[in-house]
């Protein structure tokens, strides 16, 4: 039986965060095995923000680096740069006319984007979802592993598709989000009701894949608890609850699990514990990354051989819905 297809990619806008791993690549190094899996570092994404070019380049190969580090085998993964394969940027130009105004102003990332930053609300900050349904489309995915921030993407992804196999007849798979169960939404360490984002302006209120033990346990040290003091899972705790995923995450524990640890301790000691947990998942991830980075030939060689598999997928769909709406094969 031919294996289930799964996408995902993360933007390269800045330096992977904590929430980047346990909402996203965490959970793909896990499908790995069992699914075939698309994994895409989506450069044409980050591009709503403006990058300087310098960084731009280095932050792509870093994610690149990142997602060999936390474990993806690019012998059994398609691992590879969005803008290295086309068909994503031409079928978002017709899936965009199949997609209606009003249903992107409903999105919340635009929304949340667009006040975050007022001063740069491009057309593709707009048309975003378009080509992350057309990313997911052409690989006829069957599955999204995302963070819960995503689900409304993968939602109109569905819609979308769906219009177009009704409008012209059967041509995408109709994809499922795959959300884990703890650690969808990591949060802010500083405001523990937002979203750890990597672009955030407040370096303490995240936690870098790649910052030193030392950085961990200061910023940590650092995080907005509250003043009820006992280490229990509620709704009026959202530090405290935040950092009962991160730990439950790194231990591989329930939350009630950690609750049942911990409730009679201080945050102090929590929190030393939380920093210790994290530090030492991402010490070999952290190892192994400082090796890729010195070996630039190997990261080209995965990108390149991902980009040309990836390219055959992509070209398939795209050349049949071309052919669907009534395009001329050249
Ligand atoms: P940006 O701040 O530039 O929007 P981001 O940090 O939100 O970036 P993305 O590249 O948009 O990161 O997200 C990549 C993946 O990581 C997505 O699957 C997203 O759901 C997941 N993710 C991002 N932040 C978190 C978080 N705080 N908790 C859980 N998952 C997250
Ligand atoms: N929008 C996603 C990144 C992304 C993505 C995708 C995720 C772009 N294309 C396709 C899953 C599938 C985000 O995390 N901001």
Known sequence: MEKKVIFSGIQPSGKLTLGNYIGAVANWVKLQDEYDCYYCVVDLHAMTQYQVPK???????????????????????TLFIQSHVPAHAEAAWLMSTMTYFGELSRMTQFKDKSSRQSENIN??????PVLMACDILLYQADLVPVGSDQKQHVEITRDIAERFN????????IPEVYIP?????????????????????NENAIIYLLDPPEVIKKKFKRAVTDSIGKVQLSDDQPGI?????IYSVCRNMTPEEVVEKYKNEGYGVFKDAVADAVIEV?????????ELMNNKAYLE??????????????RKTLRKMYKKVGFIPR
């Open 55 to 77: 960084d731009l380049r280095r932050q792509t190969l870093e994610a690149m680096a990142v997602y060999l580090a936390c474990g993806l085998d690019p012998e059994k993964n």
């Open 123 to 128: 057309a593709g900050l707009f048309t975003y």
């Open 166 to 173: 009704n409008r012209y007849s059967e041509t995408f798979k």
């Open 181 to 201: 169960k703890v650690g969808a939404r990591i949060m802010s360490l500083q405001e523990p009701t937002k979203k750890m984002s990597k672009s955030d302006e």
């Open 241 to 245: 609850k935040n950092l009962i995923s």
């Open 282 to 290: 991402l010490k070999p991830v952290q190892d192994r990354f400082h």
């Open 301 to 314: 060689e995965v990108y390149k051989a991902g980009a040309e598999k990836a390219e055959r997928t992509a």
